[in-house]
């Protein structure tokens, strides 16, 4: 039922498969909670592995996970297939490696506070322009020293390094707000909480290790375990973006290849633009535009269309659209928005067959080979061949010791970086204000000593004067006692002795 180069997504009048050539060009799986969105990206990461495609999936829920194992005898998969006559259907195992920002559901994925830089790490904090514009400063700043930043310590080192010199760096940079500094610092101590420090460290990851196949040629499928990670919503979206834009970056230039080099799946799409800023907006945007051209191909997962900006919406070629409710206004006009997008099928009411979908049903446009979107289709979604619904923990374990990485990351490192730098310079600053302080009191020490030496030197010149005096005065006695025969010398020691002795 398939093509060499298309992924089998499902039957309609006839086959519907995505041609390989245009897996680049994006896609869209969108549909209420229920419908059948996770089997729809679970088999065409199935598809996009046996085309020797690696994909990387955000597994929020853990279901994903059983894609690793081959399927086993159902009654719904055993219907789905009889009616869609796949004589060639056979159940299967794919590749995977397993990946987790808290390294207990995989490999411990990581990058640096420098990989990530101001942008993404203002939107991860959530920080306003002014609070921005100081983050900015400490990246420039440290940049300017050379000082790498890697993980939350660096961050706080730089950021303390910045305020207490914010004079010095005034002139440089501009103004340094103490109050932004404390709450940048404060946001970190949140993002700490919850599990930031394990995303920021090293090693990072290597994206080469994400674009593997196996033995047999299949792609290898890596799974990140989001289940906990969904726990901070702001974490997990800041590192699918984070994801994107360094294979944009980093990956060359390959034009327009017969397929693609790597497919990611982005679940629950919709944080990645909530409250994002206009400025983190236009950065996605221009990434998903020009992303295509490094040979990889993005898929948006998500409720409802309206969750996507038009701006990027609008690049996603390639849309699968499951149930939609229609309960409310909103709802009703979500449908009709969403039916708008498809091109039209004369044959089909777009709107009303939108909520009448069945599960493992769904709407299905996708780019021909002139990358024209095919008219919409009422759509019937392959069963996967894999596993539906999560593996055991001992079934992980055995596939992580197996994995391609294993033992690569599980160590972290932590090398020289701003904050052993600072750390470092301060106490080389203690200890010259200690050598300095040494050297002050042994100053002291020697003024008391010659002060003494002086004090000792008067004391003993005044001495030796009161000994010539005595002398004098001595041989001025002799001299009144030789007068005590007259009656006036009598009076005169009288009245000397009674001025210099006393009454007594």
């Known amino acids: 039922m398939t093509d060499e180069q298309s992924v089998f997504i499902g039957q309609a009048a006839g086959s519907v498969a995505l041609l390989a050539k245009m897996a680049n060009r994006h896609g869209l799986i969108a549909g209420a909670t229920g419908t059948g969105k996770t089997i729809t990206m679970q088999g065409l990461a199935e598809g996009f592995s046996a085309l020797g495609v690696p994909v990387f999936l955000a597994d929020v829920k853990g279901d994903v996970s059983g894609i690793s194992q081959a399927g086993k005898p159902h009654p719904k998969v055993a219907e789905r297939v009889e009616i869609m006559q796949l ?6 195992a794919f590749p995977v490696t397993f990946w987790d920002v808290f390294g207990e559901l995989g490999h411990p994925v990581r990058t640096t506070i420098s990989e990530m830089g101001p942008l993404l790490i203002s939107r991860l904090l959530k920080l306003n322009d002014v609070q921005q514009g100081v983050l900015d400063l400490v990246f420039r700043v440290a940049d300017d020293n050379g000082w790498l930043l890697l993980d939350l310590n660096d961050l706080r080192a730089m950021l303390k390094f910045v305020a207490d010199n914010a004079a010095e760096f005034r002139t440089l940079y501009g ?29 990072a990851l290597n994206l080469d290790d994400l674009i593997q196949t196996d033995a047999d040629g299949k792609g290898v499928i890596n799974l990140l375990a989001a289940n906990k990670l969904m726990n901070s919503p702001q974490l997990y979206s800041t590192f699918l973006l984070w994801l994107m834009s360094e294979l944009f970056e980093q990956l060359p230039e390959v034009g327009d290849p017969d397929k693609p080099k790597l497919v990611l799946f982005f679940d629950e799409a919709h944080l990645i633009f909530k409250n994002a800023p206009t400025v983190l907006l236009d950065k996605i945007e221009q990434v998903v535009r020009l992303i295509r051209s490094k040979g990889v191909g993005v898929y948006f997962v998500t409720q409802n269309p309206t969750d996507i900006p038009d701006s990027v919406l609008g690049q996603l070629g390639n ?5 939609l409710r229609a309960y409310t206004v909103k709802d009703q006009k979500a ?12 044959k089909l009411d777009t709107e009303q067959v939108i909520t009448e979908l069945g599960v493992g049903e769904a709407l299905v446009s996708l780019l021909d080979t002139k990358g024209r979107p095919s008219v ?29 990485v294993a033992g690569v990351y599980e160590q972290a490192v932590d090398r020289e970086s701003a904050y052993e ?3 470092a310079r301060a106490e080389k600053l203690v200890q010259q204000q200690e050598a300095d302080n040494i050297a002050a009191e042994k100053d002291k020490t020697n003024l008391y000593a010659e002060k003494a030496k002086t004090a000792k030197a008067k004391v003993n010149s005044t001495h030796r004067s009161s000994r010539r005096s005595d002398s004098t005065l001595e041989a001025f006695f002799k001299s009144a006692m030789r007068s005590l025969g007259s009656q006036v010398g009598r009076r005169l020691v009288r009245g000397v002795l009674g001025s210099l002795l006393g009454s007594k």
Do not use: C, Y
Request: positive net charge; proline residues 7%.
């Open 87 to 92: 004589d060639d259907f056979a159940f299967d």
């Open 175 to 203: 103004n340094i707000s103490a109050a932004s500094v404390g709450a940048i610092q404060r946001r970190l101590i949140s993002l700490e909480d919850q599990g930031g420090d394990q995303l920021f460290s090293e090693p």
């Open 319 to 323: 849309r699968i659209q499951h149930a």
């Open 335 to 346: 449908v009709r928005a969403a039916a708008q997008t498809f091109r039209a099928n004369p």
């Open 376 to 404: 919409v289709q009422q759509t019937l979604i392959k069963p996967p061949k894999s596993q539906i619904g999560p593996i055991k923990p001992n079934q992980r374990q055995q596939l992580m010791e197996r994995s391609l």
């Open 421 to 423: 730098i600072l750390m």
